[in-house]
């Protein structure tokens, strides 16, 4: 029972972060009706300045209260990035092919993280234990303290995101835009600025994503890979839902911490990587049963 429960902390730890990322995938889309490929970039840019903020602001603040500082200066650069990178390189190419746009964000994504990658190194850059301990013992179970950090942050950034959409006049608007362009439009509202709001949002949840991630084996250049399976997430929650893109990230963190955990000894066959897929394989059987995922909206096309 005590191995079952670990592994669902750890599977909602990860997945929380998991969360994070799908948030931004879902925000981007709800606006512009993109997926948008650069989020691994973001993710890793964000883990990048984190890494190198830490120990600056270590000499003068505490750990834990360095790391929370390093961590939020990141998002804020990377928002401000990926904004202007919105500005310079995606907007011109609006009222072009949903596909077209997609194909620029991938080079995007290929461009900034060969940039970011010259300031990793050869090895990983660590940040350390921001919190003094690695794990604690809990009821009779080992806990890993970034798990409760990121269950915490996507419960935190999830309540500030709900009442930025629901309350502020900004937040309406871009409900508003991503609802019906066209509508919003001639109420006054900006959807230029909702464009660029969508994807400074986005990369600073991907900084705090890669942050995140980085306490427990430091900034490497494969960091970027574990944001493709945000993927599964959004998909198994549905492209426009951001209740959908939480559920579907904790669902796939504890999917992939649960396989990872019992796979060898139940299904060995499977082979070593089967915690890899596991993510994939709940996307399809969910996507079987429906095709918009699980909490996003139907589409009706008259032919």
Aim: net charge neutral.
């Amino acid at each position: 029972m005590s191995q079952f429960l670990e592994a669902l902390i750890r599977g909602l730890g990860t997945g929380s972060v998991y969360a994070l990322l799908a948030l931004g995938f879902v925000i981007i889309y709800k606006a512009t009706r993109v997926i948008s490929f650069a989020q691994p970039a973001f993710m890793l840019t964000g883990a990048v300045l984190t890494s190198y903020l830490v120990p600056a602001m270590g000499f003068v603040l505490f750990t834990g209260l360095s790391f929370l500082l390093s961590v939020t200066t990141a998002a804020l650069l990377t928002g401000a990035l990926a904004l202007v990178i919105e500005r310079v390189a995606v907007r011109p190419m609006v009222g072009k092919a949903v596909f077209t746009i997609a194909i620029i964000t991938l080079g995007i994504d290929i461009a900034v993280r060969v940039v970011v990658n010259g300031y990793i190194g050869i090895g990983a850059r660590p940040i350390g234990f921001p919190w003094g301990i690695d794990t604690i013992e809990l009821l009779g179970l080992s806990i890993q303290i970034r798990h409760l950090v990121m269950m915490g942050t996507v419960v935190v950034v999830g309540l500030a995101l709900y009442a930025f959409f629901q309350k502020s006049p900004f937040g309406l608007a871009m409900r508003a835009a991503a609802f019906d362009q066209e509508a919003a439009m001639t109420q006054g509202v900006s959807v230029g600025s909702v464009f660029a709001t969508s994807w400074a949002l986005a990369g600073a949840l991907a900084a705090i994503a890669g942050s995140l991630l980085a306490t427990s084996a430091g900034v490497d250049r494969q960091l970027w890979v574990i944001a493709l399976v945000a993927l599964p997430a959004i998909i198994l929650g549905g492209l426009d839902s951001l209740e959908g893109a939480v559920i579907g990230g904790l669902a796939v963190g504890v999917v992939e911490a649960l396989v990872s955990t019992y796979q060898r000894d139940y299904a060995p066959w499977l082979g070593d990587n089967a915690a890899t897929v596991a993510p994939y394989a709940l996307m399809l059987v969910v996507l079987l049963a429906r095709p918009y995922g699980l909490f996003g909206t139907p589409e009706v096309r008259r032919v």
